[in-house]
C-alpha cells in the first residue's frame, strides 16, 4: 500500500466509523422514546452495527470491477499458457470444434472443455452447438482487439 492512499483509506475508515456512531445515537434515542433500555436495547445497536458493517465490506469486497481491454496484451496478462494457446489456434483457424481443438493443441477434451468455458466467461469467444459438435468462434469484440 502506498503512502499517498494511506489517508484517504483512514479517512475512509474514519468517517465511515463517525457515521455508524451517528447513526446508531440516532437508534438508541429511538429505543429509549419506545421504552426499549438496558441490555434489550445494547443488543440491538449491536445487531445493528454488525449488519451495517458487514452490508458495507460486502458491497466493497465483493463487487465486481470492471476491466477494460484495449490490445492483444492486455487480454493475455489475464489468461495463463493453455488458455492463450486455445484462445491463439481460434484466431487463427477461425472457427474449431472442441475435437479440433483437442487434435490441434494436444490438450484432453476435459481441459478444453474447462478452458473454452472461462473463455467464454470473460467475453472473449462464444460456443454453439452444430449438430451434435460443439463449435467454438472468437466474439467480433476479441477479434477487432487482437487486430484479426
Not at 28 to 56: D, K, N, P, R
Not at 105 to 119: D, E, M, N, P, Y
Not at 124 to 140: A, D, F, G, P
Amino acid at each position: 500500500m502506498s503512502t499517498s492512499k494511506t489517508p484517504s483509506i483512514l479517512t475512509g475508515y474514519l468517517s465511515f466509523f463517525v457515521s455508524l456512531l451517528i447513526l446508531l445515537s440516532g437508534i438508541s434515542i429511538l429505543l429509549i422514546h419506545v421504552g426499549i433500555t438496558g441490555l434489550q436495547a445494547l443488543m440491538a445497536l449491536i445487531f445493528i452495527a454488525v449488519g451495517i458493517t458487514a452490508l458495507l465490506l460486502s458491497l466493497l469486497l465483493f463487487t465486481p470491477q470492471v476491466i477494460v481491454l484495449m490490445d492483444k496484451d492486455d487480454i493475455y496478462n489475464f489468461l495463463n499458457d493453455s488458455e492463450r494457446k486455445i484462445l491463439e489456434t481460434v484466431a487463427e483457424k477461425g472457427e474449431l470444434s472442441h475435437t479440433q481443438l483437442v487434435e490441434l493443441t494436444g490438450f484432453s477434451h476435459a481441459k478444453v472443455s474447462r478452458i473454452t468455458k472461462k473463455l467464454e466467461n470473460m467475453g472473449l469467444i462464444y460456443q454453439y452447438r452444430e449438430n451434435k459438435r460443439k463449435m467454438v468462434k472468437l466474439k467480433s469484440k476479441t477479434r477487432r482487439i487482437m487486430g484479426i
